[in-house]
């Protein structure tokens, strides 16, 4: 990479990028009906409602749940010299990538950042029943997997898969899952019993969404050596009943923690847990009937205990002695956390600046390298099972600011380049910060819609800068310090498909709205010129790296707080740019992330919607008596606050219509996958 000069002179010449050419939006619809008289509908296009619900309180004020928590952080000052332009030599080829001393990722596919749900809400977030789906969940995990192809990846568990149990025969009162308070603690971890149709549930979700599973099992010796164990029945009827879309096993969940947390005695170590899991998978493997021995995942250590960390599992034999049983190999970690330790905690405002730079993402995937290429040399995954912006429920301000999702975002690509295969970012309860989406507290479920967090858009960036091929490989291209005395702020991915780039992804976390920070990146294959005449982008934008709500990625938004069914609202938007003598100049405004796809194959791979078809082809639940509960259905209209009252003119203006497939099948087509009920009776 070399600088060029400044395009423009400052501020006041230089043209923010405008939405030039939105490419045609072909509103496709499918309709999937059952039999009965009550049936699941799911369709593409339309306009989502549009989500105007205005921040409640002043963030002085503000007493209520985390998750609507209205605080806003101040930003960074932006770096005294600015660097306006950069020149971006995108080597032609793989060989020539690793040629310039740069390396390419193995291959990863549209789905590598996905989700981590904590078991003990399971129900809350997908569904009372697998008959009772929630519809904006579904919404959410759509938009990913008409992006990636491949469904979203989605991991059951956390703290409160350890105490779980399952009832095979169902629960007393007939739920999927019920939580037994053992202690008075508000924060304590409830008792779990799960019966087989939390299965059910995912195993629906699966046929409408591709969706793609790790599961968590309880990780207790005693149930193991009993006669009656459970967790040999729970490993049995997870893969009986979600099949191939069951990606792993998890055994143990921080186990590192497990002293500090008093689940362990004092002195238990990684020996410990290596033996612990040898006979915990050992006696699912003989008393369990299962139908795929390459069930497990583990060790999932999260938290730099010394002599715990994962170089130290890996010495004590436990991927050579579990590498027949292992199907994924797990970490799981959190940049910084949010829990009072001696009375003391960090100051959001503090730290800021530390997820708003490069660095970040770089130190975070550093230490993960080594164990990475361990790992793929036992023919094994590397998974980022659970993440996300800080532990202890993420920061008010900081984790749902639009600076938290540029952050997840290049923390993801920096995975997929470390060699990571997935990475699962953790939604927890109403009182955390970070949640990628929300639903509304129960009380308040028939007169409010979700709340989306910053970070869920991260998950549609990753999709669109892998696209659907499975063969994108990924390179960091970010410029050294002596071509860009501001590179930390500037990151750059290629995406190679083919032996040839085929994506550019280019960060701009400087938050100056006078422009005086603003980037162009020239654009140019090594030696030669970019095939290419045109190119096309597609921005995500907040007038703020501090803004919560006021969020847009190819100009379409979630909305604010209570607001959104898990449908982009607005009209998709992609810019085209017209390249010369081979050279392509992207502006990418302070603060901004711009995808480049280098070709109309490129973007067609991130947004066509062909294969939408195929997949709701088959996607009638069960028996056909799958419904939506009708409060979901209330929430997918656009009906906020309980005043039945539509929000945009887009909600009382959808048509059903039958799926015409001629309709389908443009050179570029953009298309959003929306799930509502249809209730026929
Ligand atoms: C990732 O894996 C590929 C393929 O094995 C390898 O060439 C590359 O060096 C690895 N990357 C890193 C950062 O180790
Ligand atoms: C562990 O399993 C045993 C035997 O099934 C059971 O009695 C005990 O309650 C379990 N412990 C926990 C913490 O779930
Ligand atoms: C960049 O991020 C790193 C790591 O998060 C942090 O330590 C550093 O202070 C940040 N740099 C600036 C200039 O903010
Ligand atoms: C919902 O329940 C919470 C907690 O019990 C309560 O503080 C709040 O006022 C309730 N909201 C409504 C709209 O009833
Ligand atoms: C979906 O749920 C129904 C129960 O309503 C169940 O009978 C059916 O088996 C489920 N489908 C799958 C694929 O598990």
Same mark, same amino acid.
């Given at each position: 990479m070399t600088r060029s000069s400044p395009l423009a002179s400052g501020p006041s010449t230089f043209t923010r990028p405008r939405i030039l050419?939105?490419?045609?939006?072909?509103?496709?619809?499918?309709?999937?009906?059952?039999?009965?008289?009550?049936? !699941?509908?799911?369709?593409?296009?339309? =306009?989502?409602? =549009?989500? =105007?619900?205005?921040?409640?309180?002043?963030?002085?004020? /503000?007493?209520?749940?985390?998750?609507?928590?209205?605080?806003?952080?101040?930003?960074?000052?932006?770096?005294?010299?600015?660097?306006? @332009?950069?020149?971006?030599?995108?080597?032609?080829?793989?060989?020539?990538?690793? +040629?310039? @001393?740069?390396?390419?990722?193995?291959?990863?596919?549209?789905?590598?950042?996905?989700?981590?749900?904590? !078991?003990?809400?399971?129900?809350?977030?997908?569904?009372?029943?697998? #008959?009772?789906?929630?519809?904006?969940?579904?919404?959410?995990?759509?938009?990913?997997?008409?992006?990636?192809?491949?469904?979203?990846?989605?991991?059951?568990? @956390?703290?409160?898969?350890?105490?779980?149990?399952?009832?095979?025969?169902?629960?007393?009162?007939?739920?999927?899952?019920?939580?037994?308070?053992?202690?008075?603690?508000? =924060?304590?971890?409830?008792?779990?019993?799960?019966?087989?149709?939390?299965?059910?549930?995912?195993?629906?979700?699966?046929?409408?969404?591709?969706?793609? &599973?790790?599961?968590?099992?309880?990780?207790?010796?005693?149930?193991?050596?009993?006669?009656?164990?459970?967790?040999?029945?729970?490993?049995? &009827?997870?893969?009986?009943?979600?099949?191939?879309? !069951?990606?792993? !096993?998890?055994?143990?969940?921080?186990?590192?923690?497990?002293? +500090?947390?008093?689940?362990?005695? #004092?002195?238990?170590?990684?020996?410990? /847990?290596?033996s612990e899991f040898n006979r915990i998978t050992q006696s699912v493997l003989s008393d369990g009937s299962l139908s795929n021995p390459v069930a497990f995942t583990g060790p999932s250590v999260c938290c730099d205990v010394i002599g715990f960390e994962m170089d130290d599992v890996l010495n004590a034999g436990w991927l050579s002695n579990n590498v027949n049983n292992l199907a994924a190999v797990a970490v799981q970690h959190y940049p910084t956390n949010n829990c009072k330790i001696n009375g003391n905690v960090i100051n959001a405002q503090d730290i800021f600046a530390d997820f708003l730079n490069h660095t970040s993402a770089q130190s975070l995937v550093a230490p993960y390298l080594g164990n990475a290429a361990t790992v793929q040399a036992a023919g094994k995954e590397m998974v980022m099972l659970e993440t996300n912006t800080a532990s202890c429920g993420g920061f008010p301000g900081l984790s749902d600011s639009f600076g938290a999702a540029m952050w997840m975002t290049d923390y993801a690509l920096q995975m997929a380049y470390g060699n990571f295969s997935a990475a699962l970012m953790h939604v927890g309860g109403q009182n955390v910060y970070y949640n990628p989406f929300t639903p509304p507290p129960s009380n308040q479920s028939t007169t409010k819609q979700w709340t989306t967090g910053s970070v869920y858009y991260a998950t549609l960036l990753v999709a669109e800068a892998f696209g659907q091929s499975n063969v994108s490989r990924i390179v960091d291209m970010t410029p050294t310090p002596d071509v860009d005395a501001n590179n930390i702020y500037h990151p750059a991915y290629a995406v190679y498909e083919n032996d040839a780039p085929s994506r550019v992804v280019l960060f701009n976390y400087i938050d100056d709205a006078s422009g005086a920070n603003d980037l162009s990146v020239t654009l140019t294959l090594n030696g030669s010129t970019l095939g290419a005449s045109t190119v096309y982008v597609r921005y995500f934008q907040a007038p703020t790296v501090g803004e919560q709500y006021d969020i847009t990625w190819a100009n379409q938004t979630m909305g604010y707080s209570f607001g959104s069914d898990g449908r982009l609202s607005g009209t998709q938007a992609t810019v085209t740019i017209t390249c010369t003598d081979g050279s392509c100049v992207i502006p990418v405004q302070a603060p901004s992330v711009a995808i480049v796809f280098l070709s109309e194959q490129a973007l067609s791979s991130s947004t066509a919607a062909q294969n939408a078809k195929s997949v709701f082809s088959t996607s009638v639940i069960g028996t056909g008596s799958a419904t939506v509960d009708a409060q979901a259905l209330q929430t997918s209209n656009g009906q906020i606050n309980g005043n039945g009252g539509s929000t945009s003119k887009g909600s009382s203006s959808w048509g059903v219509e039958r799926i015409d497939a001629s309709r389908i099948g443009g050179s570029v087509i953009v298309a959003m996958v929306v799930a509502v009920l249809a209730l026929t009776s």
């Open positions: 050419h939105p490419l045609s939006l072909i509103t496709s619809l499918f309709l999937i009906s059952v039999a009965s008289a009550q049936a !699941l509908t799911l369709y593409t296009g339309g =306009t989502a409602p =549009t989500a =105007t619900v205005a921040p409640a309180a002043s963030s002085a004020a /503000y007493t209520g749940l985390a998750a609507y928590d209205p605080t806003t952080l101040t930003s960074p000052p932006p770096p005294e010299s600015p660097v306006t @332009g950069l020149s971006l030599a995108l080597p032609p080829n793989s060989q020539s990538v690793f +040629d310039s @001393g740069r390396l390419l990722s193995i291959e990863q596919k549209g789905n590598f950042l996905g989700f981590s749900v904590e !078991l003990s809400i399971a129900n809350s977030l997908m569904g009372n029943s697998p #008959a009772n789906l929630k519809v904006p969940f579904l919404n959410y995990m759509a938009n990913i997997q008409t992006r990636a192809g491949a469904g979203p990846i989605i991991r059951v568990g @956390g703290n409160s898969q350890e105490d779980s149990t399952i009832f095979v025969d169902g629960l007393e009162d007939a739920a999927i899952l019920d939580k037994i308070k053992v202690s008075a603690g508000v =924060t304590d971890t409830p008792v779990i019993n799960y019966s087989l149709d939390l299965f059910h549930l995912m195993a629906n979700i699966t046929s409408l969404v591709n969706a793609e &599973w790790f599961f968590g099992l309880a990780f207790n010796e005693t149930d193991v050596t009993s006669p009656t164990g459970n967790i040999p029945v729970a490993a049995t &009827w997870a893969q009986r009943i979600l099949g191939s879309s !069951l990606r792993g !096993l998890s055994v143990g969940n921080e186990p590192d923690l497990y002293v +500090d947390h008093s689940k362990r005695p #004092a002195g238990y170590g990684v020996n410990d /847990y290596v």
